[in-house]
């Protein structure tokens, strides 16, 4: 800096004030015997030494940690006209905290730089200046805090999603599979099409499990799931979900019991959500317990609850995996060579349910090899007696649309194949449009007007609401009031909601189990008095 | 400018024993045994600095950059890729690597890194010259390569020379290398050499 441009005495007193007085860091000055000539008032705030008591004396002999520490070296270097920085990484702090501030709050976290002070080319002594880093290292900590987490949460999604693939890919692998056999086949024994159709049929009905828990998992935690709650019967659900699990029971060996009250009890709840409840547990009680092994599902009613258990004499889980039984994508064996397929989100499933539903869901296992009973307990709503409406089970549907006339939409050949064999394996008559202008076309020409109309959503040029709207434009005797039905793909509960609404008499949802559209179809034709089926499904 | 096979082996031999200190402050900083490397050095003019350096660093580079004066004057800076750097830090510190943008205790760390290795060679330059040097507070960054050297040619004359030192720090069985490029001009570079050369006289 030139003579001409150096500051004016009295600026320059001002500005050494201010350092003294107001400046926020720490300044420490010494000259170049490293006797103490500076020290601000920070520094005196922050050590609790006074200027009186360290100015003109020997830096080392105020702060003798300085030498333990290492930073004579420093020193000795700073003049020689190095700058040395001092980061908090490595030093943590600088200058010690003041005792009092020791027993309170701990030693200030600092970082630091030591540098000559130079006139001309001579150093004449040096500065060090001090920072206050605690919140900077707090904040530091919180970020590494989240990044953490947000690794964590990334390593589980990657996890899942390699997990997600096998599990895909597995079943997709058996129905492929025994289509090839049956397909290079030039002769069928009927043994090989019954193994070939319950491999394919077991395998497919898992992957739709597999669908179905990952978009209702989804739905519930962007909070979509809406209970469509009447009064229940518990008693009814629980024999129903034990009907659908026997056959996988059976297949495996495993024993199913059932330890029901006589006098079951009602809860207020959607029957197809607690359906679904009762059987991931069961589900989740055969897939763990090993041949000759048995499920108990016991149902009983307390005085405000109504209690659920599922009880099995599996493998167990250890007690360290229990707290994160219900935890999405978990599974105690996670590994590749693990015994049981599954994304692990059959039980998060559980919980979330049964608390959507004001109930709570407990698990709990004595150890390795020795069985596991997870409890239910809903609010109960009062008594019903067991004869109360039931859930829909399976029965005898031989002929139950004897004499029906149906027309079915669906553009893709494969699932409207399925649909008519369904209808006419109980006695309907079909008739079978690819498209809305083809059906619109029959329906113009109505030599015999349907009964009842199945029809896809999803379809190219004209879709399935397209139709319904055409249709209430056609003459009465054979349009504008036939029951619609729709069979679509479009299956959450949005979709069914805006079908119902648009004035579809039915949605079901791909894919549909055959009871399910019978017993729509059914309900529809009954319900326009004529011609009445030959008896109605159980 | 050419640098004789004397002077440059003079110059590396002169350069370890800066590095071996070093390696051995920041062994004491950080309580684990860190190595430098023997380094590579080689001389390069301004202009042809870009080139170099962009064959060992690519786009970003973080740079500890101090500017020193007197008989000998010029730039001195550390520059590493910021994976380097960002594994280097991790290294030495045992915290999770963040990005160094937002990691402040990171830049801090690798600031005072760099002034160690900076000080090391700047000191044996000046001790070996007999001549005092004065440094500036070194300054971090993460910029683009270009950026970084536009800086420096911006800052004066072109008719200055780059010595470019590579060299790698070894720790926990990882190596992370670095790159030292100091910025003389003409008359310090020539000072240097004549020194450079009485010193390996003395030696022999």
């Not at chain 1, 000795?76 to 020791?102: C, I, N, W, Y």
């Amino acid at each position: 800096m030139g003579r001409g441009n150096r500051l004016p005495d009295h600026i320059s007193d001002a500005v050494l004030r201010w350092m003294d007085a107001s400046a926020a860091q720490g300044i420490l000055i010494t000259d170049a015997s490293l006797v103490i000539r500076g020290w601000n008032q920070w520094l005196v705030t922050s050590t609790g030494l006074t200027r009186d008591a360290v100015l003109g004396r020997p830096l080392f002999e105020v702060v003798p940690s300085f030498v333990e520490r290492g930073f004579d070296q420093y020193y000795a270097e700073a003049l020689t006209g190095q700058v040395k920085v001092l980061s908090h990484a490595f030093h943590r702090f600088v200058m010690p905290s003041a005792e009092a501030a020791l027993r309170i709050g701990g030693q200030m976290q600092q970082a630091g730089r030591i540098a000559p002070l130079t006139e001309g080319l001579a150093v004449v002594g040096t500065v060090t200046l001090i920072e206050d880093v605690t919140e900077r290292v707090a904040s530091d900590q919180e970020l590494r805090g989240r990044i953490a987490t947000a690794e964590a949460a990334s390593r589980v999604k990657d996890e899942f999603l390699a997990t997600l693939s096998h599990e895909i890919r597995t079943p997709l692998n058996a129905v492929l599979g025994w289509t090839r056999i049956l397909r290079s086949r030039q002769e069928f024994d009927v043994a090989t099409v019954r193994r070939a159709i319950e491999v394919i049929d077991r395998n497919a009905s898992a992957q739709l499990t597999l669908v179905s828990d990952m978009l209702d998992m989804a739905r519930i935690s962007s909070g979509k799931v809406r209970l469509e709650t009447a009064d229940v019967d518990l008693g009814a659900i629980a024999i129903a979900a034990i009907d659908a699990i026997r056959p996988t029971a059976d297949a495996k060996g495993v024993r199913l019991v059932t330890d029901l009250a006589p006098q079951s009890a009602a809860v207020s709840g959607d029957a197809d959500r607690l359906l679904q409840v009762v059987w991931n547990l069961l589900s989740n009680a055969v897939k763990f317990t090993d041949r000759g092994g048995q499920v108990t599902l016991g149902l009983s009613a307390e005085a405000r609850t109504v209690l659920l258990t599922v009880t099995d004499t599996g493998q167990g889980i250890p007690s360290t995996f229990l707290p994160q039984v219900f935890e999405r994508f978990k599974q105690a064996d996670p590994s590749s060579s693990r015994r049981h397929g599954g994304l692990g989100l059959g039980l998060a499933l559980v919980k979330e349910l049964v608390e959507l539903h004001a109930g709570s869901v407990t698990v709990a296992s004595p150890g390795d090899g020795q069985g596991t009973t997870f409890r239910v307990r809903l609010p109960a709503r009062g008594l019903l007696s067991r004869s109360s409406p039931r859930v829909q089970a399976r029965g005898s549907a031989d002929g139950v649309l004897a004499g029906v006339r149906i027309l079915v939409i669906e553009d893709d050949l494969d699932a409207g194949e399925i649909v008519v064999r369904t209808v006419t394996s109980v006695g309907a008559v079909v008739m079978s449009a690819s498209s809305v202008s083809e059906a619109l076309e029959l329906l113009r020409t109505p030599a015999d007007c349907p009964n009842v109309i199945v029809t896809d959503i999803g379809m190219p040029n004209a879709d399935g609401y397209t139709f319904l709207r055409e249709i209430r434009r056609l003459p009465a005797e054979c349009g504008a009031t036939l029951p619609v039905i729709a069979l679509t793909a479009y299956a959450a509960p949005e979709d069914r909601a805006r079908a119902l609404r648009a004035g579809f008499h039915a949605h079901i949802g791909k894919p549909f189990a055959p009871e399910a559209l019978v017993s729509a179809i059914v309900r529809a034709v009954a319900g326009r008095g004529a011609p009445s089926p030959a008896r109605p499904p159980r | 400018m050419q640098i004789s096979a004397t002077q440059h082996d003079a110059l590396v031999e002169l350069l370890n024993i800066g590095f071996g200190r070093a390696g051995a402050s920041l062994s004491k900083l950080t309580g684990q045994r860190v190595l430098l490397e023997v380094p590579h050095v080689a001389i390069r003019p301004l202009d042809q600095l870009n080139a170099t350096l962009e064959e060992l660093v690519k786009d970003e580079v973080a740079s500890v950059h101090q500017v020193f004066s007197g008989p000998v004057a010029g730039d001195a800076l550390l520059m590493l890729d910021p994976a380097a750097a960002a594994s280097l830090k991790q290294l030495l510190t045992d915290e999770p690597p963040l990005p160094l943008a937002v990691d402040a205790s990171g830049r801090e760390v690798l600031t005072e890194v760099g002034n160690v290795l900076l000080n090391a060679c700047i000191g044996t330059f000046g001790n070996l010259l007999k001549v005092p040097v004065a440094f500036s507070v070194p300054e971090i960054d993460v910029a683009s390569l270009h950026l970084v050297l536009q800086r420096l040619t911006a800052a004066g004359d072109a008719l200055r020379y780059a010595l470019v030192i590579t060299s790698g720090f070894r720790l926990r069985e990882s190596e992370v290398t670095g790159y030292v490029v100091i910025i003389l001009t003409v008359q310090s570079l020539t000072r240097l050499l004549i020194a450079l050369e009485a010193w390996e006289k003395n030696q022999g």
